[in-house]
């Protein structure tokens, strides 16, 4: 069983949230590789938020835009500019970053494990939290929430799960919902284990993401769980996108793949974080 709830409401307002790092001053080449990020996110971008989020002029970011159309990315539009695999994407429901996919099959496998029968889980929109699903498929009972129309159809399929979303703004790349309803609807929930997504974890930066839009829909996730599960391979460790969620206090347990550094691995479990490796 599918529920979904307060369809309609398209909000996104940007949180008090802090940068992962400075953007102001950064060369072209590693600024363009941001924006790249933003759009496959969102899926869209506009050239004033843009300009505003990473304070240069709105003529810079149109230059950018150009560039990005003439590597064949994205397609410019009147104020902005859209992600080009979008209509692929969606009509086949396939989920843009595919890379590192062997890596994500094993944290899949790893972190389904952990899942009961009967458990109330929360599972994030995502590559990696979408395998998870598809290895719980053999589980009964379940209370799945989650942000994520795929997710939802992979496990409302199976009989006698129920699986529930929230409402919000539709957002193609991740096949997600978002926007302040889908806050609420978290404000509101309690589960057991939250199985979390990330664009890069690092010591310092903490968890990062490549826009402002998910922000408080994830802090309100993190809040409706007992226990946090990140889970993410190896090449995001210390790697830092555009925005920052918060530190590493947020998460219970780290689970990624063995592609993780003896150093790496040594510091997280300083911090008081379980460490599960995918082997």
Not at 36 to 63: H, K, P
Not at 126 to 145: D, F, H, K, S, Y
Not at 242 to 269: E, K, Q, W
Request: aromatic share 6%; net charge neutral.
């Amino acid at each position: 069983m599918i529920v979904s709830e307060n369809i309609g409401v398209k909000v996104n307002e940007k949180p008090g949230n802090l940068r992962a790092e400075p953007v102001a001053g950064l060369l072209s080449e590693p600024r363009r590789r941001r924006i790249l990020d933003w759009i496959q996110e969102e899926g869209s971008a506009r050239v004033r938020e843009l300009a505003l989020a990473f304070q240069v002029s709105e003529a810079t970011i149109r230059q950018d835009l150009e560039r990005l159309e003439q590597d064949g990315q994205i397609t410019r539009e009147h104020g902005g500019a859209f992600l080009n695999s979008l209509p692929a994407q969606v009509g086949t429901m396939t989920l843009h970053h595919q890379d590192n996919m062997e890596q994500k099959r094993r944290i899949g496998a790893l972190a389904a494990g952990l899942v009961k029968d009967g458990e109330t889980i929360i599972l994030d929109a995502g590559t990696t939290t979408t395998e998870i699903a598809l290895r719980l498929t053999g589980r009964r009972n379940l209370t799945v929430i989650t942000n994520a129309l795929n997710i939802a159809v992979i496990l409302g399929a199976v009989p006698g799960n129920a699986v529930h979303m929230p409402g919000g703004q539709f957002k193609a790349p991740t096949l997600s919902l978002s926007g302040d309803s889908s806050v609420e609807y978290f404000r509101n929930i309690f589960a057991a284990k939250l199985f979390l997504a990330t664009a890069g974890v690092a010591l310092d930066a903490g968890l990062t993401y490549p826009s402002f839009a998910d922000l408080q829909l994830k802090e309100a996730m993190i809040k409706a769980a007992s226990h946090v599960y990140l889970v993410a391979d190896s090449t995001k460790i210390n790697k830092s996108s555009f925005t920052r969620l918060g530190s590493l206090d947020v998460i219970h347990s780290f689970i990624t793949d063995a592609g993780i550094g003896a150093t790496d691995a040594d510091a997280f479990r300083k911090r008081g974080i379980e460490l599960l490796i995918a082997g």
